[in-house]
């Protein structure tokens, strides 16, 4: 798929499907975009006859001389954001392809409320492109389907000065939806491909193609360096676990970033076995994984100026004749012991390893993200990441690019009052609760544990990173949550 940007007004592109973004009105739109639209008296008054209110995301089609016309709704005007920007492309897109046109033209939203010619063009860019992502790596696409397929999106920007600004944006769109695609493929490859090896294969890939540092020690490497807590949860695995180290490091950079990412490729819950129903989602127990990789493959396609460490402990979490027991006691790579009380709540044992090993890269900001907790899901569902962190300064970081990239966060307690519950008779910690309240909260007090002097923030994306839900940009499956918000907390650090 190719996304062009060229100077051209509306109906100019022939042969192809125009859309243009309605701005919601009691009885009929209130306005239409591009404001150029407002010439066409034919067309103007063909959408107000039709019923269409410009209500986000509802469509209408109408013929327009030998061609069509897309009309996609904005939502009212107090909403306008760039957020409905990438769901007007998303959904534009998903309708041209419905109909089999293999070009789909978006107008360049040339309205001061959604920012610049380039961030305009980079929301087109990212909503188009994220919208049509479709996952056909196994399967024999159908002959009705494989037809429908776009191959170009084109920009049209009328104003001649917006076209270097709105072609920076399409690029950095580009780049953007292309990680969190990538990242979206691999939460959906099921684990009997997406194995702890395969995830190494990538990171190592990934080096190799932008001249990346790349670390894995092999599991013999972990047992014998005392990573006690990975090496827990995956010695009931045949599939041999792998700590993934991959560092973006230009010369330039002033700041360093870690982030860690649970790698779970598939959780049973081990010796303590999770119910079946619906277990096959649990191969998406490697998104924060999938995640860090997407954010180092664009931050460093897109050279930003900072230092970043990707951490990743890679891992099965499997019952077996080898695997840890309920009321086990693991020595972690800190030192701290912990008492398994539960063998489903491997999330913690892993990142206690990760966030540890991040303090010798001294960052300057730490994030790790998790599908932590079945907790999570209950208490935010899935349109909130849940944000914990002691670091209000970071906090407040997250929660401003939770707004612009829409991958909102919200934050719940690090009180220390939760922190006794994670306390064991027998060792330093235990790794759940007995009384089961606060699940969320108290694997991130866990955390916290081993994040000790650490400017460090915890993300549970674990209501977030997959949706049942079809939605204007995420279609239903993996969602790719978190690499649009740390590549934009990254963007905008101003020290
Ligand atoms: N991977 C799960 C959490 C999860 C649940 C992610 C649902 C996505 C959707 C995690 O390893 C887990 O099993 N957590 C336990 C913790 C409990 C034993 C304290 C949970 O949430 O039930
Ligand atoms: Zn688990
Ligand atoms: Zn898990």
């Known amino acids: 798929m190719r996304v062009v940007v060229k100077k051209s007004g509306i109906g100019q592109v022939s042969g192809a499907v125009q859309v243009i973004g309605a701005v919601e009105g009691e009885q009929r739109p209130e306005r239409l975009l591009p404001p150029s639209v407002a010439r066409d008296r034919a067309l103007v008054s063909l959408i107000q006859r039709s019923g269409f209110r410009g209500a986000a995301n509802e469509t209408t089609l109408l013929p327009k001389g030998a061609g069509w016309v897309l009309v996609v709704g904005l939502g009212k005007s107090k909403d306008l954001s760039l957020e409905r920007v990438r769901q007007f492309a998303g959904t534009a897109a998903r309708v041209v392809r419905a109909r089999g046109w293999k070009q789909v033209v978006l107008p360049l939203l040339s309205d001061r409320t959604f920012g610049n010619a380039d961030t305009v063009a980079q929301a087109l860019t990212e909503g188009a492109l994220l919208g049509l992502y479709r996952y056909d790596h196994l399967r024999k696409v159908p002959a009705h389907e494989r037809h429908r397929r776009i191959d170009t999106i084109l920009l049209a920007v009328e104003r001649a000065s917006d076209l270097a600004a709105a072609r920076k944006g399409a690029a950095k769109g580009t780049v953007i939806a292309e990680a969190v695609s990538f990242s979206r493929d691999l939460i959906t490859g ?54 993934i180290v991959l560092e973006y490091r230009p010369a330039r950079a002033t700041k360093t970033f870690a982030f860690c990412g649970k790698g ?31 954010i180092v493959k664009a931050a460093a396609t897109l050279k930003l100026p900072v230092r970043i460490v990707g951490i990743i402990a890679a891992t099965e979490n499997m019952p077996s004749g080898s695997a840890q027991k309920p009321g086990d006691v693991l020595r ?62 970071l906090a407040s970081r997250l929660n401003q690019a939770g707004q612009t990239t829409y991958e909102r966060v919200w934050r719940l307690p690090l009180w220390d009052e939760y922190g006794p519950a994670m306390k064991s008779d027998i060792a330093d910690l235990r790794n759940v609760t007995n009384t089961g309240e606060a699940g969320t909260i108290t694997a991130a007090k866990f955390l916290e544990e081993f994040a000790e002097g650490l400017p460090w923030a915890h993300l549970d994306i674990a209501g977030t990173a997959w949706t049942e839900k079809d939605k204007p940009y995420i279609p239903k499956g993996a969602v790719g949550i978190g690499v649009r918000l740390l590549l934009s907390l990254m963007e905008n650090w101003k020290s």
């Open 264 to 294: 779970i490729t598939f959780d049973t819950g081990g010796i303590s076995i999770k119910p079946s129903a619906k277990m096959e989602l649990m191969k998406y127990d490697m998104a924060g994984a999938a995640a860090v990789l997407g």
């Open 332 to 393: 972690t790579l800190s030192g701290k012991t912990v008492e398994v009380l539960n063998t489903d709540a491997e999330g913690r044992l892993v990142l206690a390893d990760c966030l540890h090993y991040a303090k010798r890269f001294k960052p300057d900001a730490v994030v790790d993200l998790a599908t932590l907790t079945g907790a999570c899901v209950v208490a935010l569902g899935s349109e909130a990441i849940g944000l914990m962190t002691k670091h209000e300064q």
């Open 190 to 243: 099921p684990s009997n491909i997406v194995t702890p090896t395969y995830l190494a294969n990538q990171a190592r890939a990934l080096a190799r193609e932008l001249r990346l540092k790349c670390q894995v020690l092999p599991f013999a490497t972990l047992k014998r360096r005392g990573f006690g807590g990975i090496v827990g949860v995956a010695q009931g695995s045949v599939h041999p676990a792998q700590f």
